[in-house]
Nanobody, 126 residues
Framework: QLQLVESGGGLVQRGGSLRLSCTTS????????IGWFRQAPGKEREGISS????????EYADSVKGRYTVSRDNTKDTVHLQMNSLKPDDTGVYYC???????????????????WGQGTQVTVSS
């Protein structure tokens, strides 16, 4: 059974940084494209980053480009999301998700992902 668990969320001031981790169990994470999504209160879930199975390529939403960096360590079955220069608009619940194994390309569309973590809260104060 595939399980994904996010960690690293918390409260940070504007301009601060956080590093989220997505740890998997029951699978070899290197078999999956992993995406990061966030959902702010009253808003739809937004795709913010995605990384290929090997980590050789990544995709970012315009809203986070230049501030966020996704990486993965397949030897530890972990994917990270480094978030810098945080803004209050970055506040929300952050989720990691895995695409079904036949797919190798990144995607920011939540419909392309079948497996989801429970989310971790990120709050950026002004």
């Amino acid at each position: 059974q595939l399980q994904l668990v996010e960690s690293g969320g918390g409260l940070v001031q504007r301009g601060g940084s956080l590093r989220l981790s997505c740890t998997t169990s029951g699978i070899t994470v290197g078999r999956y494209v992993i995406g990061w999504f966030r959902q702010a209160p009253g808003k739809e879930r937004e795709g913010i980053s995605s990384i290929t199975k090997s980590g050789s390529d990544a995709e970012y939403a315009d809203s986070v480009k230049g501030r966020y960096t996704v990486s993965r360590d397949n030897t530890k079955d972990t994917v990270h999301l480094q978030m810098n220069s945080l803004k209050p608009d970055d506040t929300g619940v952050y989720y990691c998700a895995a695409r079904p194994t036949p797919y190798s390309f990144t995607s920011l569309d939540s419909r392309d992902y079948d497996f989801w973590g429970q989310g971790t809260q990120v709050t950026v104060s002004s």
